[in-house]
């Protein structure tokens, strides 16, 4: 043990950073068998190699220090307290004491994040560091937020800790003058079923920050459970008509989520509207894609018909895509009504290409519109005709 002792510490001096790494390893695997005074040795080994080797290097002797034990916590918290040390070298303190949970820690942590508000990325690993000790933090993480200067970090590292102590404290917030802490506090207590908090998600779709609509739009989709979902349809409407484009979007998607024969009728307007950007409207039709629903597929085939390619090809291949018998009974007497009303849209080849992979996955009803589409002049088409005439021969569907 005194020789591997010698053999770091002459590494050391060598700046040989591998090989001090590598003994001070070895002594820990026999930690057990390590007197007080020869574990103070290692730490010091420790202490001046992560001093002195360069950032790569640090990486891996950072590792060492929670296997060293409770004894470095003191050590480190005087380094990271040391105006001497420049960024890079808190920053590695920072992260190092992330590993402890510690009563010492966390304090020391938290004073480093009310005082680098100027030292942005010092500060962001302040607030990972207590974000990854979890719950022993949140008490102090809950008194950094009367101070509009943490408030921010302190918002942050709660967020990520995602337990139900920090309800009490973000709830404190959800009306903060700043949009971006009042959005990340939607967005975590999101993740908690409580009346209080639906209340507030409720609330925060008329937000006039659009990224605090965005979350509450988010999280509003994962409270039907156990929220009237005819109620939940009718706060999220009004949004499918909001200002910002993303917006839209995301009511949307949500309406999707819940997936019910209401959230579908919501939907069905923007679908149908000559007003709605196609980009949105490809976005409801994916969402009535979710909804397994036949009044979702009936306002899916209105817009079949639409002479925008992308949406009729993303139409035919959800429609291609139902599961059980019924929807996918309704799904190829809508295919095959399209075909048959020889629409303009259908001299496209791309159409013609998803009709035939759509129709592949469905039942034989539709078996002689393949092998009309199996003789079809574009060999792209023909390919995929024989295809799904193979897979339904095959009998696999």
Not at 12 to 36: M, Y
Not at 56 to 65: S, Y
Not at 124 to 136: D, E, T
Not at 310 to 328: D, N, V
């Amino acid at each position: 043990m005194q020789a591997l002792l010698e053999k770091a510490q002459i590494a050391l001096n060598k700046k040989d950073w591998e090989t001090v790494n590598a003994s001070i390893q070895r002594l820990l695997t026999q930690k057990d068998a390590i007197e007080p005074i020869i574990n103070d040795e290692i730490l010091d080994l420790a202490l001046e190699a992560l001093q002195k080797c360069d950032f790569q290097q640090r990486w891996e002797i950072a590792k060492l220090f929670p296997q060293i034990g409770q004894s470095a916590i003191a050590p480190l918290i005087a380094l990271l307290e040391s105006e001497e040390q420049d960024g890079e070298m808190r920053w590695f303190l920072a992260r190092i004491l992330s590993q402890f949970d510690d009563r010492a820690c966390i304090l020391a942590l938290s004073q480093l994040l009310q005082r680098s508000e100027e030292e942005e990325e010092l500060s962001q690993m302040a607030a990972a560091a207590l974000a990854n000790i979890g719950s022993s933090a949140i008490s102090s993480l809950g008194q950094l937020l009367s101070d509009s200067k943490t408030r921010f970090l302190a918002v942050q590292a709660l967020s990520q800790i995602r337990r139900p102590e920090i309800i009490e404290p973000l709830l404190t917030v959800v009306k903060d003058q700043s949009s971006a802490i009042r959005s990340m506090a939607i967005e975590a207590l999101s993740s908690f079923h409580h009346p209080q908090i639906t209340a507030i998600i409720l609330d925060a779709l008329q937000d006039p920050a659009i990224e605090v609509r965005r979350e509450a739009i988010k999280a509003s989709s994962y409270l039907a459970p156990s929220y009237p979902q005819a109620d939940l349809v009718n706060h999220l409407q009004p949004l499918l008509f909001d200002i910002h484009l993303e917006i839209c979007q995301e009511t949307a998607i949500a309406l999707g989520r819940i997936g019910t024969a209401t959230s579908a009728k919501a939907l069905n307007p923007l679908l149908q509207s000559s007003l709605t950007p196609d980009s949105l409207k490809l976005t409801v039709v994916r969402a009535l894609g979710w909804i397994e629903d036949g009044e979702a597929l009936n306002y899916l085939e209105k817009a079949l018909y639409s002479e925008n390619v992308l949406i009729c090809r993303e139409i035919i291949a959800i429609l291609g895509r139902q599961t059980s018998q019924k929807l996918r009974r309704q799904a190829g007497e809508i295919l095959g009504n399209f075909y048959h009303s020889h629409p303009a849209i259908l001299a496209d080849t791309g159409v013609k290409q998803s009709l035939a992979i759509a129709l592949g996955e469905l039942d034989r009803d539709n078996k002689s519109i393949l092998l009309t589409l199996a003789a079809d002049g574009e060999a792209i088409v023909r390919l995929h005709a024989l295809s799904a005439l193979k897979k339904l021969d095959h009998g696999t569907i």
